[in-house]
């Protein structure tokens, strides 16, 4: 078997066999293929496409490309949450709290983030003392104290899909369905938990911009954790403008306490209240999704999640105090405002353009190398569907670097699209696939 033969089979539009798939992504592990040869590969299956068949083989070898987490030590049914990816999305950090609050054990693995979208390893870096990295035994040691734990993802989970996203990020080879349910599914299946909740995003902030293959990609990746023996549930949920109103780092953190305080924007409570929910029941602590929310709301009122995020912010050497006190965050120098230019309503407010916005101000990467501004961010003060009047304060910008905030108001006023009808509004939560 060869590389040069697979990457013909595929390009004509072949079925790989499991073998082949095997050979591939060993082989690249392993440095025995060059990421010329990759990149060909990759193009053709983006091309191509894999059926169902080729997709599975291809998660399996990736699951098994690297470590596997076990988590047998913390007893419980460990709930495990994913999003495909938002501007804005600081779900994890309500969600986890609100879960572990109901008693469902919280052991997860988050990423960095790259370009537009955040990652919630960065926005908790932003508490002061916080650390990302816990040796295993100190991981297993706090879900079972505490009730959760969040920590970084290594580079030894699912050890393909490390290499591959970075070639895939460079290759125009990210938006294919069949790469994405296998990228994210290798980790998810990799990390130990026994269930796992996807949100899957849909609209113009995402990777799936049509909600027909957001809904797709969620069958699938449900379809693949079943088979591999976990409940798995996917909610289809809109991402074409930012949810809440903050974006960054420390701003999201802050936005994320206040959702536990009750005080958090409509769209992000829904949200974490339905995830939540969902998490709750998949974790065997309600019997029906409905009685999970209930559960969740509960923990929400009487400030049970919001004590579990101090004892879990304490748990990782951060400083709980930034609950009450948020001047302990990270602080922006130069804040600037975007402001309405006509009478309307904002029709459009687009999540990409305000994700890239953050990005130059300092909030985001563009290459790995690059160290980002924890302070950096966006606040945005009208979303789609709000009237707007001239003179109005569409978003603060701040951040360290003059240039660079002045640079994000000019895109973050781009983002917004004023017009004189009042616009219908997507629901938030699309669908829930089980
Ligand atoms: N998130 C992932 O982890 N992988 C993808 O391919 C896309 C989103």
């Known amino acids: 078997?060869?590389?040069?033969?697979?990457?013909?089979?595929?390009?004509?539009?072949?079925?790989?066999?499991q073998d082949e798939i095997e050979f591939f992504i060993d082989g690249y592990t392993n440095e025995r293929i060059m990421d010329y040869q990759a990149s060909a590969l990759l193009m053709a299956m983006f091309l191509r496409g894999l059926d169902e068949e080729e997709t599975f083989w291809l998660t399996d070898a990736m699951r098994r490309s690297g470590e596997t987490v076990d988590l047998s030590p913390i007893p419980g049914v460990k709930v495990?949450?994913?999003?495909?990816?938002?501007?804005?999305d600081k779900t994890t950090l309500i969600v986890a709290p609100l879960a572990a609050a109901c008693g469902v054990p919280i052991a997860k693995m988050s990423g960095r983030g790259?370009?537009?979208?955040?990652?919630?390893?960065?926005?908790?870096?932003?508490?002061?003392?916080?650390r990302t990295s816990l040796e295993p035994q100190e991981f297993?040691?706090?879900?079972?104290?505490?009730?959760?734990?969040?920590?970084?993802?290594?580079?030894?989970?699912?050890a393909a899909d490390k290499k591959l996203y970075a070639l895939r990020d460079v290759t125009a080879t990210v938006d294919n369905m069949s790469l994405i349910a296998s990228s994210i599914m290798s980790k998810k299946l990799a990390s130990g938990s026994d269930a796992i909740v996807l949100d899957v995003k849909t609209g113009g902030g995402a990777f799936m911009e049509k909600e027909e293959d957001a809904e797709a990609l969620g069958i699938?990746?449900?379809?693949?954790?079943?088979?591999?023996?976990?409940?798995?549930i996917a909610v289809i949920t809109d991402m074409n403008q930012p949810l809440g109103n903050a974006v960054g780092n420390s701003?999201?953190?802050?936005?994320?306490?206040?959702?536990?305080?009750?005080?958090?924007?409509?769209?992000?409570?829904?949200?974490?209240?339905?995830?939540?929910?969902?998490?709750?029941?998949?974790g065997e602590k309600a019997s029906t999704p409905a009685e999970g929310r209930t559960m969740a709301?509960?923990?929400?009122?009487?400030?049970?999640a919001l004590a579990k995020l101090g004892d879990f912010i304490e748990g990782q050497s951060g400083d709980r105090r930034v609950i009450d006190d948020y001047g302990l965050f990270p602080q922006a120098t130069i804040r600037r405002q975007a402001v309405a230019g006509e009478d309307g309503f904002v029709q459009r407010l687009e999540a990409r353009a305000i994700g890239m916005a953050s990005q130059h101000a300092g909030a985001g990467r563009a290459t790995k190398e690059d160290t980002i501004d924890l302070a950096a961010g966006i606040i945005l003060c009208k979303k789609t569907g709000d009237a707007v009047k001239k003179g109005d304060v569409l978003a603060e910008i701040f951040g360290n670097d003059e240039a660079k905030v002045d640079g994000a108001v000019k895109e973050a006023m781009k983002a917004f699209h004023?017009?004189?009808?009042?616009?219908?509004?997507?629901?938030?939560?699309k669908k829930i696939l089980m």
């Not at 495990?80 to 804005?88: A, C, I, P, Q, R």
């Not at 004189?420 to 939560?429: A, F, K, R, S, V």
């Open 251 to 282: 701003v999201e953190v802050i936005e994320a306490i206040e959702t536990l305080k009750g005080q958090g924007p409509e769209d992000i409570t829904e949200l974490a209240l339905t995830l939540s929910g969902l998490m709750i029941y998949a």
């Open 140 to 158: 297993l040691d706090l879900v079972n104290t505490v009730g959760m734990s969040v920590i970084g993802q290594t580079a030894h989970i699912a």
């Open 80 to 88: 495990d949450k994913h999003s495909t990816g938002g501007v804005g």
């Open 297 to 304: 709301e509960e923990a929400l009122k009487s400030g049970r």
């Open 1 to 17: 078997m060869t590389m040069y033969e697979i990457i013909a089979k595929k390009r004509d539009g072949h079925k790989l066999s």
């Open 220 to 232: 699938l990746m449900v379809k693949m954790g079943k088979a591999s023996g976990k409940k798995t």
């Open 418 to 429: 004023i017009g004189l009808n009042e616009p219908e509004i997507e629901p938030l939560i």
């Open 114 to 130: 790259l370009g537009f979208t955040g990652g919630t390893v960065d926005k908790m870096e932003s508490i002061p003392g916080f």
